[in-house]
């Protein structure tokens, strides 16, 4: 019963949200460089001959209809309050249409943007390449293989919400190979046993149960999201092992390191970024475009998508 309450408030703020986002909105849907599915998407660079980006053509993003959305977003959250949190629910139907780009709130997002890539300029990646000057490669290595462990119990928890029981075990299976042969998963084990290492979160699952849409909303610090991701990211901390972690500096100190190695992974993509005029599209798009594809497809890698999106 508690649970059963916890997500009917939790969901209901996700009504109102959505409710404000409609009336707030003008009619006029925001304009994108993206918004021509039918057209080649290219990125302006520096060089004053444009660089052709390669976007899928099952995934370039369009803009779907405001109000289409915006109903989404209203009726699906309302109706998993009514469902008490089934998933099952009949009244959960799949909204219709394509998943596409819809940035309602693109003058905040733009502000929340430019903030994001200053705290970054100024503070996360000086430390970012501080880090991967100073620490060896294997011990980066290392960081990494045990940030990404700890995220198999919220993999293992979300694919079995969404139906995938064996992409669950296989998660859960990772976790306690890697945690004890892999010395708190330092090491990889798992990999060599034919474990595969997937990455599922509340937000996806969100997604699976039906709130396939939802407008564009970039986080503070967070960076990109949607609406329902934020609340994915929520449904998720009580997966995070470091939660339970009572001592303060311990946990601080982990979480920060965390961060860290995130932001060491991405250096190789600041170069892309600082070239284009508009990096907030560029940002967006690409994001956007890897988050639907994940939600979108529940095995492998899809040939029809970009390398440079399936990471």
């Not at 995130?262 to 956007?288: C, G, N, Q």
């Amino acid at each position: 019963m508690t649970r059963v309450v916890f997500w009917k408030v939790l969901l209901s703020l996700g009504l109102v949200a959505s409710l404000v986002g409609c009336a707030t909105v003008s009619e006029k849907q925001p304009h994108s460089a993206l918004a021509q599915a039918d057209t080649p998407v290219s990125m302006i660079v520096s060089d004053p001959a444009p660089a052709a980006v390669p976007i899928a053509p099952d995934f370039v993003p369009t803009v779907p209809d405001r109000v289409d959305v915006e109903r989404d977003e209203t009726r699906v959250a309302a109706k998993f309050v009514e469902s008490g949190g089934d998933k099952k629910s009949e009244n959960l139907e799949m909204p219709a249409g394509k998943v596409g780009i819809y940035d309602p709130w693109e003058r905040y997002n733009r502000k929340m943007h430019r903030f994001n890539i200053a705290a970054d300029r100024s503070v996360a990646r000086p430390v970012a390449r501080a880090y991967v000057k100073v620490v060896p490669a294997p011990v980066r290595s290392g960081v990494s293989n045990f940030f990404d462990n700890l995220g198999q119990p919220a993999t293992a928890v979300n694919a079995l919400l969404q139906g995938k029981v064996k992409h669950s075990a296989q998660a859960l299976g990772r976790f306690v190979v890697n945690s004890t042969i892999g010395v708190a998963g330092i090491f990889d084990p798992a990999s060599r046993m034919k474990l595969p290492e997937r990455d599922e979160d509340f937000g996806q699952t969100l997604a699976t149960w039906g709130w396939r849409r939802s407008r564009y909303f970039e986080l503070p610090f967070f960076g990109p999201s949607t609406v329902r991701d934020a609340f994915g990211i929520a449904g998720d901390l009580p997966l995070q092992p470091l939660s339970y972690v009572e001592a303060d500096k311990v946990r601080l100190g982990l979480k920060a390191i965390g961060l860290i190695d995130m932001r060491a992974r991405l250096l190789a993509f600041d170069s892309l970024k600082d070239e284009v005029i508009d990096d907030y599209l560029l940002v967006r798009d690409t994001w956007s475009q890897h988050r639907n594809f994940r939600i979108k497809e529940d095995t492998g890698r899809d040939a029809s998508l970009p390398d440079y999106l399936k990471e």
